[in-house]
């Protein structure tokens, strides 16, 4: 597997040139991260991107907002108790950072541009219902069937008290179920 990351310095965010920063692929010679941080990379990109994926229903979306996570958690690793936790919390903070930036671009267009309706032919039936979701919802579900975490994990990346995990996964669960009524009618 190759790791892609920006090398100008392994302590900054890619963020630091405006479009200008340099990628190579990395391998044990010239890594300038830490080689368990490139097996934690490894091991868990496939997974951490299905999950974004999931969330925000967009593949180039999600492999971004992976990207970023990796490096944040890279810039903190030797700070860090638990490197998943880490990773798993920044990547559903920045799915939600996703959608407030969504939410205000689409009010921006709707006050100074015709606004179209805003559709996506690639996505897929089980995407759409999860999208009808809140998105607290959507993470929860996300996380409970797709990550297998408890009720207490949950909570603690949504930022919420665990007894109101159980009731939030039956609402949405409830609304799917509607919802697929609905259109199966």
Known sequence: MVLLLNLDSPRKDLNNEFGKSE???????NCPWPQ???RFYEFNLAKYVRIANLIVQ?????????????????NKWSKIENHEAFLRKAVVNSCNSYFRRRKLERLYSARYHNPGE???D??????ELLLRLSIKQRVAV?????EDLSDKEIAEVIGCNPNSIPSLISRALNKLNGEISKDGN
Do not use: H, K, P
């Not at 990628?23 to 010679?29: C, G, W």
């Open 23 to 29: 990628q190579m692929a990395l391998n044990a010679e």
């Open 36 to 38: 368990d941080f490139v």
């Open 58 to 74: 967009s593949r180039q979306v999600s492999e971004d907002i992976v990207q970023d996570a990796f490096i944040r958690v890279a």
């Open 118 to 120: 805003i559709t996506n």
């Open 122 to 127: 690639d996505r897929n039936e089980l995407g």
């Open 142 to 146: 996300t996380l409970r069937f797709y």
